[in-house]
Nanobody, 131 residues
Framework: QVQLVESGGGLVQAGDSLRLSCAAS????????MAWIRQAPGKEREFVAA????????YYADSVKGRFTISRDYAGNTVYLQMNSLKPEDTAVYYC????????????????????????WGQGIQVTVSS
């Protein structure tokens, strides 16, 4: 079992920045991939960003590319999402997610940007961007 706990959300104005953190505990795997997924009220769940834990390759939704950066900290067993130039349409609950055993080979950009099937999920954290 893997437990994921998000932190760092809040209320900001358009153009501001936020940094989300996801602390992972429990058994971890070198073949794990980590991701940030978001969902706004009344909308479908949406992929935001993913990272391959060992290799470090990153993948982004077109809507956040150039504004958001996903990274990981080996020592702290933590994944981050740096969000810059925030827009009102970024308002959503952001979930940290982990997929075990998926990173056995390079699945490519198309796989990660379309995949919403993860093994473990955090409780989610609210990000609100006002205009």
């Amino acid at each position: 079992q893997v437990q994921l706990v998000e932190s760092g959300g809040g209320l900001v104005q358009a153009g501001d920045s936020l940094r989300l953190s996801c602390a992972a505990s429990g058994r971890t795997f070198s073949t794990c991939a980590m991701a940030w997924i978001r969902q706004a009220p009344g909308k479908e769940r949406e992929f935001v960003a993913a990272i391959r834990w060992i290799i470090g390759s990153t993948y982004y939704a077109d809507s956040v590319k150039g504004r958001f950066t996903i990274s990981r900290d080996y020592a702290g067993n933590t994944v981050y999402l740096q969000m810059n130039s925030l827009k009102p349409e970024d308002t959503a609950v952001y979930y940290c997610a982990a997929d075990q055993g998926v990173d056995t080979y390079d699945r490519g950009t198309n796989y990660y940007t379309k995949n919403l099937d993860y093994d473990y999920w955090g409780q989610g954290i609210q990000v609100t961007v006002s205009s």
